[in-house]
């Protein structure tokens, strides 16, 4: 099918299909038209040589309130409400030499403060743009820079050296689930809540974004209902003051090639209205046969400044992907455990070629508005509307066959697996708005920066799920056409509606060098959920806060302590009295150390924490208790330590490393798995990555880089005593436990602008993840196992203006 940049448009409102990777060109020759045709590219035209790409840098969404008492007044004083905006700015400039520009685009104040590796701001910890050194909680930033050095892919790949995260490093792309501490990482894009289905997570590709902020601990005072263990807040590319283009291709392992461009400006001389274009396309095959990816992004920006004082910014996005990537698990025999015939290989396809696809769209539309009435007051309001569908049908793998019972239990074979037919078919909307107004003034000898808010989230989802056993599957001779029976009987069919609201309060506090952080928020959270004709109604409301302290001593040194709670509502299912479930509560003290050496690009943190959840459902069981009985009873409870570092010691060379040290146990007496390690939870993670690029001498220029990274052993199940039966009977093989891994990557670069002058802007790189190609099972749960992904190949040639 013929895919022009006309098409693409309209595709991208009527959501019509994609199939061929011809889009990907078709989105390049957009990014040319773009580039050729807006002021910005006239601009750029008319120069003499390349100029480099702007740096994004990515703080908050506050700086210009961040300038000096005094200037800001001095601004303020000179406003004229008949001059044009760019006069105003203008004249203030040429009184005040020393004055940030009063006109200021959402690109700059995103990335203010940023050098290399290094942030020294994030949004997302306060929604107040503060310092990392100046906030009492554990904060990593993923720049733009890094993203860039590693080449990530993924959003699992922006985390891989990230202090206190873990995941499994398999090929399933549905949802890339996120933990630190011991529970999930909640993903926000923009300050807004990403929430998806089961299967139709929302995605979002990391060459979209600027920059990704790591927030672990209860965040539920800024955020709401949320997980204990943390929020990922990733940030998008905004428009710039400066005109820039670039256009990217890439090439590597499993066939894949793909294609990007990145190019924004001024549209108008006095850079009032600013525009933004990025987009991406790709196709590949995966490890496992038979299974393809492919996918194509655009994410168009608007800036809008109608005077000094206000901005306002559209973002926007559409993505699909007629293909999503490879899923199902594995027998563990076979991959945890040897296998009867050995081990299944990593590329073993064990579906149904006529059964295999899952097709995703996904379209979002919203705004970030500012406003500055004065020297105090700022008022801000974000907003986003998404909505997504997929489609997926597939034959799952299940466990060999066995036979007989008891102690006579074997695997009938040993060749022989159960597969399953699953199909579901979801659709998504979602709102999210977060309306925030700050306050900065000073009482005294303290200084104030107060934020009060109002937010609100609306969850729409439905699907319509079928699941079955279908045919066995031989995996010496596989036959992968074979007569699968569609089942008509409905698995799920749900219909789930979700609100919440909540109202907060903050106040950043500062005496000299001490800074006091505290809030309290107040939540109110509704869910309505109907599935095969049973309604479950939840009502909750809750109450979360924190309190924290860090004082920054002159020689870069800030100890801190802080005290969080949070709230998560459990919208599916019901207690054995058919009252719904209750939220789930969690609470952690934390205390820790940040190091800046003065007139050093280097951050040292390090962290202990104990954290607590509670309400968790759990199985339960003791006298007068039925079997396979649910409670709230549950309790989990993690303590540890991080410790974390990154910069740039000397010119030319960036690093990031961390070692985190994590005891998470079920902690409620009732529970059957009390004192029991939570599944695939490893207590030990570290890793190192260095990059150098050469800064003089004849191979000026030349970058090298490496990483290492480490994952000690986890526990397949919560019980932490799994078996599996063998060939033989009566001789079950030990399951419990998937061995630790430790993984190196490697990356080469060349800038060649930095050795040839006319040359500039263009540059080439090669990275390797798992350089030694090391095959290990990367996630194992009792229902299977998945390996991990083995050595890929990466080469990209970029042309930055």
Same mark, same amino acid.
């Given at each position: 099918?013929?895919?022009?940049?006309?098409?693409?448009?309209? /595709?991208?409102?009527?959501?019509?299909?994609?199939?061929?990777?011809?889009?990907?060109?078709?989105?390049?020759?957009?990014?040319?038209?773009?580039?050729?045709?807006?002021?910005?590219?006239?601009?750029?035209?008319?120069?003499?040589?390349?100029?480099?790409?702007?740096?994004?840098?990515?703080?908050?969404?506050?700086?210009?309130?961040?300038?000096?008492?005094?200037? %800001?007044?001095?601004?303020?004083?000179?406003?004229?409400?008949?001059?044009?905006?760019? *006069?105003?700015? $203008?004249?203030?400039?040429?009184?005040?030499?020393?004055?940030?520009?009063?006109?200021?685009?959402?690109?700059?104040?995103?990335?203010?403060?940023?050098?290399?590796?290094?942030?020294?701001?994030?949004?997302?910890?306060?929604?107040?743009?503060?310092?990392?050194?100046?906030?009492?909680?554990?904060?990593?930033?993923?720049?733009?820079?890094?993203? $860039?050095?590693?080449?990530?892919? +993924?959003? %699992?790949?922006?985390?891989?050296?990230?202090?206190?995260?873990?995941?499994?490093?398999?090929?399933? @792309?549905?949802?890339?689930?996120?933990?630190?501490?011991?529970?999930?990482?909640?993903? &926000?894009?923009?300050?807004?809540?990403?929430?998806?289905?089961?299967?139709? !997570?929302?995605?979002?590709?990391?060459?979209?974004?600027?920059?990704?902020?790591?927030?672990?601990?209860?965040?539920?005072?800024?955020?709401?209902?949320?997980?204990?263990?943390?929020?990922?807040?990733?940030?998008?590319?905004?428009?710039?003051?400066?005109?820039?283009?670039?256009?990217?291709?890439?090439?590597?392992?499993?066939?894949?090639?793909?294609?990007?461009?990145?190019?924004?400006?001024?549209?108008?001389? #006095?850079?009032?209205?600013? &525009? /933004?274009?990025?987009?991406?396309?790709?196709?590949?095959?995966?490890?496992?046969?038979?299974?393809?990816?492919?996918?194509?992004?655009?994410?168009?920006?608007?800036?809008?400044?109608?005077?000094?004082?206000?901005?306002?910014?559209?973002?926007?996005?559409?993505?699909? $992907?007629?293909?999503?990537?490879?899923?199902?698990?594995?027998?563990?025999?076979?991959?945890?455990?040897?296998?009867?015939?050995?081990?299944?290989?990593?590329?073993?396809?064990?579906?149904?070629?006529?059964?295999?696809?899952?097709?995703?769209?996904?379209?979002?539309?919203?705004?970030?508005?500012?406003?500055?009435?004065?020297?105090?007051?700022?008022?801000?309001?974000?907003?986003?509307?998404?909505?997504?569908?997929?489609?997926?049908?597939?034959?799952?793998?299940?466990?060999?066959?066995?036979?007989?019972?008891?102690?006579?239990?074997?695997?009938?074979?040993?060749?022989?697996?159960?597969?399953?037919?699953?199909?579901?078919?979801?659709?998504?909307?979602?709102?999210?708005?977060?309306?925030?107004? *700050?306050?900065?003034?000073?009482?005294?000898?303290?200084?104030?920066?107060?934020?009060?808010? @109002?937010?609100?989230?609306?969850?729409?989802?439905?699907?319509?799920?079928?699941?079955?056993?279908?045919?066995?599957?031989?995996?010496?001779?596989?036959?992968?056409?074979?007569?699968?029976?569609?089942?008509?009987?409905?698995?799920?069919?749900?219909?789930?509606?979700?609100?919440?609201?909540?109202?907060?309060?903050?106040?950043?506090?500062?005496?000299?060098?001490?800074?006091?952080?505290?809030?309290?928020?107040?939540?109110?959270?509704?869910?309505?959920?109907?599935?095969?004709?049973?309604?479950?109604?939840?009502?909750?409301?809750?109450?979360?806060?924190?309190?924290?302290?860090?004082?920054?001593?002159?020689?870069?040194?800030?100890?801190?302590?802080? &005290?969080? +709670?949070?709230?998560?509502?459990? !919208?599916?299912?019901?207690?054995?009295?058919?009252?719904?479930?209750k939220p789930t509560i969690g609470e952690q003290i934390e205390a820790g150390v940040k190091y800046q050496p003065v007139g050093y690009n280097?951050?040292?943190?390090?962290?202990?924490?104990?954290?607590?959840?509670? =309400?968790?459902?759990?199985?339960?069981?003791?006298?007068?208790?039925?079997?396979?009985?649910?409670?709230?009873?549950?309790?989990?409870?993690?303590?540890?330590?991080?410790?974390?570092?990154?910069?740039?010691?000397?010119?030319?060379?960036?690093?990031?490393?961390?070692?985190?040290?994590?005891?998470?146990?079920?902690?409620?007496?009732?529970?059957?798995?009390?004192?029991?390690?939570?599944?695939? +939870?490893?207590?030990?993670?570290?890793?190192?990555?260095?990059?150098?690029?050469?800064?003089?001498?004849?191979?000026?220029?030349?970058?090298?880089?490496?990483?290492?990274? &480490?994952?000690?052993?986890?526990?397949?199940? =919560?019980?932490?005593?799994?078996?599996?039966?063998?060939?033989?009977? =009566?001789?079950?093989?030990?399951?419990?436990?998937?061995?630790?891994?430790?993984?190196?990557?490697?990356?080469?670069?060349? #800038?060649?602008?930095?050795?040839?002058?006319?040359?500039?802007?263009?540059?080439?790189?090669?990275?390797?993840?798992?350089?030694?190609?090391?095959?290990?099972?990367?996630?194992?749960?009792?229902?299977?196992?998945?390996?991990?992904?083995?050595?890929?190949?990466?080469? +990209?040639?970029?042309?930055?203006?």
């Amino acid at each position: 099918m013929y895919c022009n940049t006309h098409s693409v448009a309209r /595709r991208t409102i009527s959501f019509s299909q994609l199939t061929t990777f011809k889009c990907t060109a078709s989105i390049l020759a957009l990014g040319g038209l773009l580039i050729a045709g807006s002021p910005a590219g006239a601009q750029s035209a008319g120069q003499s040589g390349a100029s480099a790409l702007p740096p994004v840098n990515i703080d908050a969404p506050a700086q210009r309130a961040q300038r000096p008492t005094q200037v %800001r007044r001095n601004t303020a004083s000179r406003r004229d409400p008949n001059q044009r905006p760019n *006069q105003r700015a $203008d004249h203030a400039g040429a009184q005040q030499q020393q004055a940030t520009p009063a006109l200021v685009s959402t690109a700059q104040r995103v990335n203010a403060g940023t050098n290399g590796f290094v942030a020294s701001r994030a949004s997302g910890a306060t929604k107040t743009d503060a310092p990392i050194m100046s906030t009492p909680g554990s904060v990593a930033v993923i720049t733009r820079s890094e993203m $860039d050095v590693r080449q990530a892919q +993924t959003i %699992r790949d922006l985390l891989r050296y990230a202090p206190g995260v873990y995941f499994s490093n398999d090929t399933d @792309f549905r949802a890339q689930p996120i933990k630190a501490r011991g529970f999930d990482v909640e993903q &926000y894009l923009d300050g807004l809540r990403l929430q998806g289905g089961p299967f139709g !997570t929302p995605r979002v590709d990391p060459y979209l974004l600027e920059r990704a902020e790591l927030i672990t601990g209860p965040a539920s005072i800024l955020y709401g209902a949320a997980s204990p263990g943390g929020i990922l807040n990733l940030v998008s590319k905004r428009p710039t003051d400066n005109p820039f283009g670039e256009i990217q291709l890439q090439a590597g392992t499993f066939d894949r090639i793909q294609g990007a461009f990145d190019v924004g400006g001024p549209v108008d001389k #006095d850079k009032t209205l600013l &525009y /933004r274009v990025t987009g991406i396309g790709l196709s590949a095959n995966t490890q496992v046969d038979n299974i393809g990816e492919e996918k194509y992004a655009i994410a168009p920006a608007w800036t809008w400044r109608p005077d000094i004082d206000t901005t306002i910014t559209f973002l926007t996005s559409y993505r699909q $992907d007629p293909k999503g990537g490879a899923f199902a698990l594995l027998p563990i025999q076979g991959t945890l455990v040897p296998g009867t015939y050995g081990q299944i290989p990593r590329n073993f396809f064990a579906g149904d070629f006529n059964y295999e696809s899952l097709k995703y769209k996904q379209a979002t539309i919203g705004y970030e508005f500012e406003h500055r009435f004065d020297d105090i007051f700022t008022v801000r309001q974000n907003v986003r509307y998404l909505h997504n569908e997929l489609n997926y049908i597939e034959v799952q793998a299940g466990a060999f066959t066995t036979t007989g019972a008891g102690p006579t239990l074997r695997l009938a074979d040993g060749r022989t697996i159960t597969r399953s037919y699953f199909s579901t078919n979801e659709n998504l909307n979602t709102f999210a708005a977060d309306n925030q107004l *700050q306050a900065k003034f000073n009482m005294g000898p303290l200084q104030h920066t107060v934020l009060g808010g @109002f937010d609100y989230q609306r969850f729409d989802f439905n699907n319509l799920a079928r699941f079955a056993p279908t045919n066995t599957l031989n995996i010496l001779t596989p036959n992968y056409t074979q007569n699968i029976a569609v089942p008509t009987t409905v698995f799920q069919n749900l219909d789930q509606h979700l609100e919440q609201r909540g109202v907060y309060v903050q106040d950043e506090a500062k005496l000299g060098k001490l800074t006091v952080l505290g809030g309290i928020r107040y939540d109110w959270a509704e869910g309505n959920t109907l599935n095969l004709g049973t309604r479950v109604l939840n009502n909750d409301e809750k109450s979360s806060g924190r309190i924290g302290a860090i004082y920054n001593f002159d020689v870069g040194i800030a100890p801190y302590v802080s &005290y969080s +709670t949070s709230f998560q509502p459990t !919208t599916v299912g019901s207690l054995l009295n058919g009252q719904p479930y209750k939220p789930t509560i969690g609470e952690q003290i934390e205390a820790g150390v940040k190091y800046q050496p003065v007139g050093y690009n280097l951050i040292f943190t390090a962290a202990v924490y104990d954290l607590k959840q509670e =309400n968790v459902v759990s199985a339960i069981a003791g006298p007068g208790i039925p079997p396979n009985s649910t409670a709230q009873v549950g309790e989990v409870t993690s303590r540890g330590f991080e410790g974390s570092v990154v910069g740039s010691p000397l010119p030319g060379l960036s690093l990031r490393g961390q070692y985190s040290y994590l005891d998470n146990r079920i902690t409620a007496p009732l529970d059957v798995n009390y004192g029991k390690v939570l599944a695939n +939870t490893p207590m030990h993670t570290a890793s190192l990555w260095a990059n150098y690029v050469v800064q003089d001498g004849p191979a000026v220029g030349f970058g090298f880089g490496g990483g290492v990274r &480490y994952m000690s052993e986890m526990y397949t199940t =919560n019980a932490n005593n799994l078996t599996v039966p063998t060939i033989v009977a =009566n001789s079950p093989a030990l399951a419990n436990i998937i061995p630790a891994s430790t993984t190196f990557d490697a990356a080469l670069s060349y #800038d060649f602008g930095m050795r040839f002058k006319e040359w500039k802007g263009l540059s080439a790189a090669v990275n390797i993840n798992n350089v030694f190609d090391n095959s290990y099972v990367s996630a194992c749960t009792a229902g299977g196992c998945r390996w991990a992904v083995g050595r890929t190949v990466l080469a +990209t040639m970029t042309y930055r203006w």
